[in-house]
């Protein structure tokens, strides 16, 4: 039986490199220790903001000085901790600068009231003046926040209460990621290993179907034992966010979170309208997925499996490198020798260890390397999360670069559209090197389960998390059964007649860390519609528009950004043609197979 080995044992060269933030942990004490200094030359402008336009641009730059201090401690405690989430030393370092931010917040939740408190007629000259023109998007939005900013003394309750608004996931993120502990499963040479989040996909693209109903069942027979666990810790994250949003004057937790990108929430009802529009290309697929299998019907299981095993690829850890490489290479020199840094510097975390953050992420701050963490388990779909995640980290190292600290950090809702179109660029490149219709037909089958679990199953959870946040607001306690009730009805909705619905399915909810992220999903699945009409363009040769997007950071709002960049979602537009494009790819690889 193969365990994964401590973050500790693993070769140095497939670790990041976190030095180049801190040297030492002595280091980091000593920024901790300038927090307070900082936070005192920002409270010398208390009651002065409206003296003059400029008292408040050194004002905004105090704040930020303050703001990136904090982003750097935090960026590497937490990073630091999830190399190995069960050192309670790393995890203690997370607690103490979340507890600290939050502390930051309660004492300068004066900042914003007293802007708005600024008489209008005052504002607006302020708005106007060349001390404040930097700041002048600031303003604007600032104006727009008038409405649902509080009082001076609610703000200062609020941010003394953001550590306690973290909480759920916070006793989420430990008890998946460091106590859960997963039956033992055979793999497919019939050796036993230990069931682990980073294995649990890579089981389910196995060929042998007893694999991948071993694992799917082990998965959630843990899950299914700790569902009220989970629920009590999901009825809480969800009470906060509806509580909050109440206090701040917002109709609901979904207007409150799409607020702040300035997204109206007809986007969002759009979305999951279009796609309930759109469902006969997947139930098509399915029944053609089951047909292929020799299955009358399929399991949930038997979704992930490729269905042209023989052309599966595994693929180590130097050609995954290579591919990416040669497939972002139409972006152009500049993209491709900040991508060698990537490698070339240690950014990236690579492999699987014990108590390690389970997923892939890209995290970093300010003026330091946008660091990637990764579980590379060798498949393709690990290359294409390589792919994804390096797309996140450019895009954060291209905003960084353009912008003043200000305005580099790009809104979540384009977050998903530079690293999506780095997975689609990655499959035409793949797709244009097949030497036989088995390899294509394998690429063609998995642009269209990339397809299928960024827009349809994205949209799901985003259906999910709506409606338990308006069932929250309308009093009703999410207890385990009903959200997994809930779920399973969605789910059955999302696969159709070809699926059966196999009922420890009703227990995912249980594993989705997104839910806890306050209406995140959404942009998943306007991320690839974006994506694929960007990749395109950069196809045929156009990427002075989709750099300017990689470098438009949070200059614009983030509707206006993707415009200027040809994709509206103020229309449907973007989701039905990549709706379409799922259904023209299903019918190639029908004919592919034929």
């Not at 860390?513 to 045929?540: C, E, M, N, Q, R």
């Amino acid at each position: 039986m193969k365990e994964p080995v401590s973050h500790s044992e693993l070769p140095v060269e497939m670790t990041w490199d976190l030095s180049k933030m801190y040297a030492s942990v002595d280091d980091w004490e000593k920024d901790f220790r300038k927090i307070d200094p900082l936070v005192e030359k920002l409270q010398a402008f208390k009651g002065k903001l409206g003296e003059s336009p400029a008292t408040l641009a050194a004002a905004f730059r105090a704040e930020d000085e303050l703001g990136f201090l904090m982003e750097k401690l935090h960026t590497f405690a937490h990073l630091r901790s999830d190399e190995d989430t069960g050192i309670s030393e790393n995890r203690g370092r997370v607690d103490r600068i979340l507890s600290k931010s939050a502390e930051v917040e309660g004492e300068t939740a004066w900042f914003e009231p007293e802007i708005m408190a600024i008489d209008r007629k005052r504002f607006q000259a302020f708005a106007e003046s060349p001390e404040l023109e930097f700041y002048k998007l600031t303003l604007k939005r600032l104006e727009a926040d008038r409405p649902h900013t509080l009082s001076e003394r609610e703000e200062r309750v609020l941010g003394l209460s953001s550590e306690i608004f973290a909480g759920p996931y916070k006793a989420f993120s430990v008890m998946n990621d460091a106590d859960l502990r997963f039956p033992i499963v055979h793999d497919d040479q019939g050796g036993e290993v230990r069931l682990t989040h980073g294995n649990y996909i890579k089981l389910l693209e196995s060929s042998h179907r007893e694999v991948r109903k071993e694992a799917f069942h082990g998965m959630y027979s843990v899950y299914e034992q700790f569902k009220n666990t989970f629920a009590a810790i999901l009825d809480t994250a969800v009470r906060t966010h509806t509580v909050e949003a109440g206090l701040r004057n917002f109709k609901s937790a979904l207007e409150a979170s799409l607020h702040e990108d300035a997204v109206p929430v007809s986007v969002y009802n759009s979305l999951i309208d279009t796609v309930h529009d759109s469902m006969e290309p997947l139930y098509d697929y399915f029944a053609f997925r089951a047909e292929r299998l020799g299955l009358e019907k399929l399991h949930m299981y038997d979704i992930h499996c490729p269905l042209v095993p023989e052309a599966a690829l595994e693929v180590p850890w130097k050609d995954a490198v290579s591919m990416v490489k040669t497939a972002l290479r139409p972006l152009g020199d500049l993209y491709g020798t900040i991508l060698e840094r990537a490698f070339n510097e240690r950014w990236i975390d690579i492999p699987e260890a014990r108590g390690k953050r389970s997923g892939a992420y890209s995290s970093g701050c300010y003026q330091y390397p946008p660091y990637l963490l990764l579980n590379y388990s060798g498949n393709l779909d690990s290359v294409f999360t390589l792919a994804h995640e390096l797309g996140h980290s450019l895009h954060s190292y291209f905003s960084d670069h353009a912008n003043d600290y200000h305005y580099a950090g790009y809104r979540i809702f384009v977050a998903e559209v530079a690293s999506t179109t780095n997975e689609i660029l990655l499959q035409r490149h793949l797709v244009s090197q097949t030497r036989s219709a088995a390899e294509k037909a394998y690429l063609l089958n998995h642009l269209i389960d990339t397809i299928r679990g960024t827009l349809f199953r994205q949209t799901m959870f985003a259906e999910f998390e709506r409606d338990i946040h308006a069932m929250a607001e309308a009093g009703e306690p999410l207890t385990a059964d009903m959200l997994s009730d809930h779920y399973f009805k969605l789910n059955k909705r999302y696969h159709g007649p070809a699926v059966d619905p196999d009922d420890e399915i009703r227990y995912e909810w249980a594993r989705i860390p997104h839910f806890h992220y306050d209406f995140y999903v959404y942009k998943y699945a306007t991320g690839i519609s974006a994506a694929l009409a960007l990749a395109k363009k950069i196809l045929a040769g156009d990427t002075e528009g989709y750099l300017r997007f990689l470098k438009a950071g949070d200059s614009k709002e983030v509707i206006d950004i993707m415009k200027d960049a040809g994709v509206d979602f103020t229309t449907p537009a973007p989701v039905k043609d990549a709706m379409s494009m799922f259904a023209d790819q299903v019918k190639e690889l029908k004919s592919c197979l034929k």
